[in-house]
């Protein structure tokens, strides 16, 4: 444990020490405060609309089904995601790339520590710095509490969801920065990948008939387990889907490390 | 101390090591010499771990590599050809990070920090990052790394590369006072620099050991440089002969 403690924090000092994390962490909470906005925007419109409707109409159940929760947190948290998926690639694609490139890595490699020490650490450490980056944006979600009283169950829930989002983004940036010492690729090839995972089920859609396929491929997506801890919903399914993909690419990290000789 | 018994390493159909089979006592200094591409840094980095063999064992103290990785690996520092620094790290950082890696008890890290700083002349650069350094002090601080656990074991693979003749010397100094306490591997082409700190010699070419003895034994009567030439085309030759053969042979 002492020895991934000490990879966690070379991994986050690392991180800290270069202007990479400064840059990535603006952009992502501009983009994430924009789209922020823009669902409280078009939320403040239809509001006074339906409010205008229902007054018109003198029946306040028209206003009954719109609130902060699906109208702007789920939003919100989706665009979140949406985000993840440009920048975790460009955040992981250092990890081992840059290592083997600048040849530190016979300095991880002949530190007494063993490979799932090494791996655990990168691991952890930058997932460590994907949440400092992304949970500033609670405060944008407590200007919702100020003003009005949305539920907690979703916003914690979709917390969550994005979370393990992030350990599934993170897992496969390293499996991509253990393939190659050129981080672009690297970053190319998490991209991909995650992409995939984003949009397998939309192959589902033009062979409706087929169960079997249709089934394996939308419980493969990510985007049908992450939509339902988005919308407050937490299955035991989602999770271990989300811990089995984690693991699966932490341990494909390992094949390839193993296959460069990491002991 | 170190103990290497028929080590061998292909690179798919090239043998890069085959079957080098050597041992180092306590508190000697091992030259470790041949030309280019003789599989020199190829058999350094599987005695400290960082590449399996193919085939063979390593001994460090009693201790199997491939078995007992993590106990060899506290015992050993290693200098590689290129200095395995982080280049947005400082000196100081770094050299505490590595000695968290090293698994250094934190009584002995302000002592050892010290000491590898001042060992290696870095107290004017302590404070910098080491991507502003020149190639020359990257090297001494990737040597004060190496060191810096007092490991029982060093290894050193071209540690003078890129050093001025001053801190040449002052190196060459640094490994004789390690030697004390230390047993040291050191690979280098500088065949003067062995035959001045090294206690023994050994030559490798093509994946093979071909010269293996005290210094003290072989330079009555020739130098160091004129034996390693010597066996260096020696064994060229007779290649060549061998490829001149085989056609024969064949017709």
């Known amino acids: 444990m002492d020895m991934i403690w000490v990879m966690i924090k070379k991994e986050l000092k690392q991180y800290f020490i270069s202007p990479i994390a400064y840059v990535v962490m603006m952009i992502y909470l501009t983009l994430s405060g924009f789209f922020f906005f823009t669902n409280m925007q078009t939320f403040s419109d239809q509001y006074q609309r339906l409010k205008n409707i229902s007054q018109y109409m003198q029946d306040p159940s028209v206003l009954a089904q719109f609130n902060l929760n699906g109208m702007v947190i789920a939003p919100s948290l989706g665009s979140m995601l949406f985000v993840f998926l440009y920048i975790l690639p460009l955040v992981m694609m250092r990890s081992l790339a840059e290592e083997e490139k600048q040849k530190t890595d016979e300095l991880l490699r002949t530190s007494p520590m063993t490979l799932n020490q090494v791996i655990a650490g990168k691991f952890l450490g930058s997932l460590s710095f994907v949440l400092i980056m992304f949970l500033p944006t609670l405060v944008f979600m407590s200007m919702l509490f100020m003003y009005s009283s949305p539920e907690w169950g979703p916003l914690i829930t979709g917390y969550v969801g994005l979370t393990l989002f992030a350990g599934v983004g993170v897992a496969i940036g390293l499996f991509a920065s253990s393939l190659t010492e050129n981080q672009i690729i690297a970053a190319v090839i998490a991209f991909v990948l995650l992409m995939i995972l984003l949009m397998v089920d939309r192959l589902t859609m033009s062979m409706a008939d087929r169960d079997i396929i249709t089934g394996v491929l939308s419980y493969l997506s990510i985007g049908g387990h992450v939509s339902n801890m988005l919308r407050g919903v937490i299955d035991s399914r989602d999770i271990v889907y989300f811990i089995s993909f984690m693991f699966f690419f932490l341990f494909m990290t390992r094949r390839t490390m193993e296959a460069k000789g990491w002991r | ?251």
């Not at chain 2, 180092?24 to 030309?35: D, N």
């Not at chain 2, 693979?157 to 006072?177: A, F, H, W």
């Not at chain 2, 082409?189 to 001045?196: A, G, Q, R, W």
């Not at chain 2, 070419?205 to 160091?224: A, E, N, S, Y």
């Open chain 2, 1 to 251: 101390m170190i103990k290497v018994d028929q080590l061998v390493k292909h690179y798919g159909p090239h043998r890069a090591v085959q079957g080098v089979s050597f041992e180092v006592a306590k508190g000697e200094i091992l030259g470790f010499l041949g030309p280019n591409g003789a599989g020199k840094t190829t058999t350094m980095r599987m005695i400290t771990g960082v590449l399996p063999p193919t085939s063979g064992s390593v001994h460090i103290d009693g201790f199997d590599v491939s078995q007992n990785p993590l106990e060899v690996k506290q015992r050993i520092g290693y200098l590689p050809e290129t200095p395995p620094v982080y280049l947005d790290f400082k000196v100081k950082g770094y050299l505490k990070l590595v000695m968290q890696l090293k698994k250094v008890p934190s009584s002995l890290r302000t002592p050892n920090l010290d000491w590898a700083i001042e060992k290696c002349g870095l107290q004017d650069v302590a404070h910098k990052l080491i991507g502003n350094l020149s190639k020359g002090f990257r090297q001494r601080v990737g040597l004060a790394g190496a060191i810096i656990n007092k490991p029982q074991v060093l290894i050193l693979d071209e540690p003078t590369v890129g050093l001025d003749p001053k801190q040449i010397r002052e190196i060459r100094k640094m490994i004789q006072e390690l030697s004390e306490e230390h047993t040291i591997i050191l690979s280098t082409h500088i065949l003067p620099e062995v035959s001045m700190i090294c206690d023994r010699a050994t030559i490798i070419h093509g994946g093979k050991v071909v010269l293996d003895q005290r210094i003290k034994d072989m330079t009555k009567d020739r130098t160091l440089e004129e034996i390693f030439i010597d066996i260096i085309s020696k064994d060229q030759t007779a290649s060549a002969e061998d490829l001149k053969a085989t056609p024969k042979e064949e017709n």
